[in-house]
């Protein structure tokens, strides 16, 4: 099974307040949030009021943007992080 088909079933539904919650985590405009995931400013707009329901295949791309920045997250918090024996 490739790592695809691992997002579907892993896929999350995306809400908007998910949304919008997630692009102000990475400190994003929306303008540049967008460019990120390839849509217009005005769709992530319409994403985040509820307008406009996300693509499977968006839902895809969020879940696994979503997935590498918690993994960023997990690496700041060990950095540094040393075993005493």
Do not use: C
């Not at 892993?10 to 908007?16: D, L, R, T, V, Y």
């Not at 791309?61 to 040393?82: A, D, F, P, Y």
């Amino acid at each position: 099974m490739n790592n695809v088909h691992l997002y579907i079933k892993a896929m999350k539904n995306w809400i908007p307040k998910e949304i919008k919650e997630f692009r102000t985590r990475l400190n994003l405009y929306q303008k540049d949030f967008a460019q990120k995931i390839g849509v217009t400013e005005r769709y992530v707009i319409y994403l985040e009021k509820g307008v406009r329901q996300p693509s499977k295949t968006l839902k895809i791309l969020l879940s696994i943007l979503e997935k590498q920045e918690n993994e960023k997250g997990k690496e700041i918090v060990n950095h540094g992080k040393r075993k005493l024996s």
